[in-house]
T-cell receptor
Framework: SAVISQKPSRDICQRGTSLTIQCQVD?????MFWYRQQPGQSLTLIAT?????????ESGFVIDKFPISRPNLTFSTLTVSNMSPEDSSIYLC???????????FGDGTRLSIL | AQTVTQSQPEMSVQEAETVTLSCTYD???????LFWYKQPPSRQMILVIR??????QNATENRFSVNFQKAAKSFSLKISDSQLGDAAMYFC????????????FGAGTILRVKS
């Protein structure tokens, strides 16, 4: 299984600023994803990070707010832009190593906006 | 669209006893995967067990086993000989084998283990 590292593990940010979260996988993966988990709730998919092209966003999430990059097979970033207190959540990166394989997750980034 | 329902917001079990967590799902697809993930307070999502829909045999991983009823669209998790370290939030999740590979999660069940 893949080992997924996320940075930072947590941050406290000011309203109106932006933060970029990094996700590094220790092996090549076929697909990478970004999820949001609001306090006390389940995980919601933000987008699928596509290598070398624009991410595929789920309903309710837009590129201007959550720009995503994936320059290669093992690395992706998620930026949370123009943050507001409603963006306070845990953001998780996940990846699949191959067809039929389960998704593995990073440890998440706990983001608090003041 | 697929949906996953976990009807038990919270469950408790005595240490060394057995507990079953419920999960139902709705899909029109015939080929898919089902998963149980565990999320302790450390927030890491840990894969507990998975089931391929085309397999009739229920998956088992040590003390964890599932009861997969495809016709009823039910996928319950049984934890035997419960340990204090099993205390966590448990999520049931669905993934299509054909479209997209994204996971659809249930709302989660908090499992408390009493010593």
């Amino acid at each position: 299984s893949a080992v997924i590292s996320q940075k930072p593990s947590r941050d406290i940010c000011q309203r109106g600023t932006s933060l970029t979260i990094q996700c590094q996988v220790d092996s090549q993966v076929t697909m990478m994803f970004w999820y949001r988990q609001q306090p006390g709730q389940s995980l919601t998919l933000i987008a699928t990070a596509n290598q070398g092209s624009e991410a595929t966003y789920e309903s309710g999430f837009v590129i201007d707010k959550f720009p995503i990059s994936r320059p290669n097979l093992t690395f992706s970033t998620l930026t949370v832009s123009n943050m507001s207190p409603e963006d306070s959540s845990i953001y998780l990166c996940s990846a699949i190593t191959g067809r039929g394989q389960p998704q593995h997750f990073g440890d998440g980034t706990r983001l608090s906006i003041l | 669209a697929q949906t996953v329902t976990q009807s038990q917001p919270e469950m408790s079990v005595q240490e060394a006893e057995t507990v079953t967590l419920s999960c139902t799902y709705d899909t029109s697809e015939s080929d898919y995967y089902l998963f149980w993930y565990k999320q302790p307070p450390s927030r890491q999502m840990i894969l507990v067990i998975r089931q391929e829909a085309y397999k009739q045999q229920n998956a088992t991983e040590n003390r964890f086993s599932v009861n997969f009823q495809k016709a009823a669209k039910s996928f319950s998790l049984k934890i035997s000989d419960s340990q204090l370290g099993d205390a966590a939030m448990y999520f049931c999740a669905y993934r299509s084998a054909v479209y997209g590979n994204k996971l659809v999660f249930g709302a989660g069940t908090i499992l408390r283990v009493k010593s």
